[in-house]
């Protein structure tokens, strides 16, 4: 009932930057969490920043003070700013959206993934 899709990746030299956008749409409620994972090849699925709806925030150690986090309610829409791109930031970044639904008469957590978008950072 919810669709995600990612977009702005791309290859980008160490040092550089990217945005990357998630577009929600579909039956999407108040109480939700943004976020954004990303998977390296032969690595699990890691968290990397995730932001609720009042602007509470978490991030991976290894992100902080390099990427920033940001939603734009009204457009149902999460921002990962990313800053002083390293080589280890290289993965597929996935949105993803947690929210408790009114479903057939009752409150359920519900859980959607984006199809991901590809981050390459190199020369």
């Known amino acids: 009932q919810v669709q995600l899709v990612e977009s702005g990746g791309g290859l980008v030299q160490p040092g550089g930057s990217l945005r990357l956008s998630c577009a929600a749409s579909?039956?999407?409620?108040?109480?939700?969490?943004m976020g954004w994972y990303r998977q390296a090849p032969g690595k699990e699925r890691d968290l990397v920043a995730t932001m609720t709806g009042g602007g509470s925030t978490t991030y991976a150690d290894s992100v902080k003070g390099r990427f920033t986090i940001s939603r734009d309610n009204a457009k149902n829409t999460a921002y990962l700013q990313m800053n002083s791109l390293k080589s280890e930031d290289t993965a597929i970044y996935y949105c993803n959206l947690d929210q408790v639904a009114w479903r057939n008469g009752m409150w359920r957590t519900e859980n959607y993934w984006g199809q991901g978008t590809q981050v390459i950072v190199s020369l």
């Open positions: 579909g039956s999407i409620f108040s109480r939700n969490t």
